[in-house]
């Protein structure tokens, strides 16, 4: 790697109970890099991150912030995180919020930018407790950035926002990035990965199943689903799943027509054949199967 | 330190806005003093008042203590606060600055109705004493509180608390001293916090020196009380997330 790492996972594992959240997780952000942990719901996703964050111990492996232990405050000086929009103190005004949060930094942002920039002025008097979703979801932002911090990470940014606020944090992750800034963001959409990020690391099932490029990781993940109506369909290479559902078969593939034309060779049942870019839930499960 | 003082002053502000919380806090030892306190005229005045004093602060160890730590570290939002850069001491320094302010407010009125109606007895060395012996027993309560917030879950914690709020109160003697009680309840006192803080509360009204059994057994409780918080703390950091 080029640049200062500015995040790291080193083969973490996290296991809750008999449930394995993490197996052997490597993740690693570098500044002025917008990293992508995507995944479907259950992944994973929020276990590394809060453990990137220091809220949780790994049980094997280390995690690392600018090269110290999360769990140490001083490690946590220049990290910017959002809270849940449902958990901000209800009787704190947007103000007192955003005050108490840049209390903690050495040189944090001006509160009137930030309420500039998420478009909080006018309720910056406001009790939360009467803040609309939208507007607490910008608050939640906001706090990320309060601090002025060198890396951010985000759970789900986007999640709950509408379109305008949306953009507004698009732009103000790439500005920050574009000053050097590193970002770590999770999400369960293909294209809010392709939108910002530069480089992308999927985890289904509590391991890492492909890292790289957006374009890489699209070639990777990007599968074609064969829909049949018939069983008995014979084997044949190039496909990573199969399944049987309602009497007909599913053949998630990586070149559909290779697969059709082995089909073909093999005289099998193409009984009312469909088909169709699989869709990243569908991908995931796939991937999951065909483990590297 | 400034940390610490932010912590405490955003904690105020947020209970000080709600009046479900604000006013029984508040209101509550000074009504149940005049209540119960004020009509027991053969007891000595002074005594009763320092025994409501320690009913109010008990009522901020449970409560404030008890079921606000309960309830808050089940909230995502005090997750959050864990990601910013302050350690757990500073929190816990915030929380203890809050809980003294509200100790003090709600003690307050109680002092103030019985100096008013009541012949009281006590000089100004009398009065610091007095409120050096509620402070100090404050602490082995306000760590039973803690200890009670981070091993009981939320949905638990209040009637855990009223339970050893009421329980420890009454059986410690706080509101019709030791020889008011039943027996049986006379006899397990000694071995009740409250009733250790009772004595020597008591002692410090009527003006008299305080025995170094009562401060030992104190200090005692506070050691167990302090191990048992400790405890839950760390039990609590690897299984609040599940």
Same mark, same amino acid.
């Given at each position: ?23 052997? !997780?490597? +993740?690693?952000? *570098? ?6 942990? /995507?995944?479907?719901?259950? $992944? %994973?996703?929020?276990? #590394? ?91 939640? !932002?906001? +706090?990320?950035? *309060? ?6 990470? /985000?759970?789900?940014?986007? $999640? %709950?926002?509408?379109? #305008? ?104 049942? /193409? ?22 | ?242």
């Amino acid at each position: 790697m080029s640049a200062v790492t500015a995040a790291a996972l080193e083969g973490v594992s996290k296991s809750f109970g008999r449930t394995v959240a993490l197996d052997g !997780v490597d +993740l690693s952000v *570098a500044c002025g890099e917008i990293h992508a942990l /995507l995944g479907p719901n259950g $992944a %994973g996703k929020t276990t #590394a991150l809060s453990t990137l964050v220091g809220l949780r111990r790994p049980d094997a492996g280390r995690a690392r912030l600018f090269g110290c232990d999360p769990r140490r405050s001083a490690s946590r000086l220049r990290l910017g995180c959002t809270p849940q929009e449902t958990s901000l103190p209800q009787t704190l005004t947007v103000r007192e919020t955003l005050d108490l949060v840049r209390a903690h930094y050495p040189q944090p942002r001006a509160t009137q930018e930030l309420l500039e920039t998420f478009d909080l002025v006018p309720h910056a008097r406001r009790q939360v407790g009467g803040l609309s979703g939208g507007q607490r979801r910008r608050l939640s !932002v906001a +706090l990320a950035f *309060a601090g002025a911090p060198s890396l951010l990470v /985000l759970d789900e940014p986007t $999640a %709950g926002l509408d379109v #305008a606020s949306r953009r507004v944090l698009w732009a103000a992750i790439r500005r920050h990035a574009a000053a050097g800034g590193a970002v770590l963001l999770s999400t369960h959409q293909l294209e809010e990965a392709e939108a910002l990020a530069g480089r992308v690391t999927v985890i289904a099932a509590g391991r890492v199943r492909a890292e790289g490029t957006v374009d890489a990781v699209r070639a990777r993940a990007g599968l074609a689903r064969i829909r049949i109506a018939a069983t008995g369909v014979p084997e044949v290479p190039g496909v990573v799943r199969r399944e049987l559902l309602n009497g007909a078969t599913m053949l998630y593939v990586r070149d559909a027509g290779e697969v059709v034309r082995e089909l073909v060779r093999h005289d099998a049942s /193409l009984e009312g054949l469909e088909v169709t870019p699989a869709t990243l839930e569908e991908a995931f499960v796939a991937l999951t199967e065909d483990a590297p | 330190m400034r940390l610490a003082l932010i912590h405490a002053v955003a904690q105020l502000r947020q209970l000080a806005r709600y009046p479900m919380f604000l006013v029984p806090t508040l209101a509550l030892p000074v009504g149940f003093y005049a209540l119960f306190g004020l009509p027991q005229s053969r007891s000595d005045p002074t005594v009763l008042m320092a025994s409501f004093a320690a009913y109010a602060i008990l009522g901020v160890a449970f409560f404030q203590f008890g079921v606000g730590i309960a309830i808050e570290r089940e909230e995502p939002w005090e997750a959050y606060l864990r990601t910013l850069p302050a350690s757990a001491a500073v929190r816990f320094a915030g929380r203890l600055g809050s809980a003294l302010v509200f100790a003090a407010a709600s003690v307050a009125p109680v002092l103030i109705l019985a100096a008013a109606t009541r012949p009281i007895s006590l000089s100004a060395v009398g009065w610091l004493r007095l409120a050096f012996v509620l402070g100090a027993g404050a602490v082995p309560l306000g760590l039973l509180g803690i200890a009670l917030g981070y091993w009981v879950p939320a949905k638990g914690a209040l009637p855990v608390a009223n339970l050893l709020y009421l329980g420890f109160a009454y059986a410690g003697g706080l509101w019709t001293g030791p020889r008011g009680l039943p027996h049986a309840l006379a006899t397990i006192g000694p071995y009740l916090p409250t009733r250790q803080w009772g004595d020597v509360l008591w002692s410090a009204a009527r003006g008299g020196g305080v025995g170094g059994r009562h401060w030992l057994a104190l200090f005692g409780f506070s050691v167990a009380f302090a191990v048992a918080a400790a405890a839950g703390y760390r039990r609590d950091e690897g299984r609040r997330f599940r």
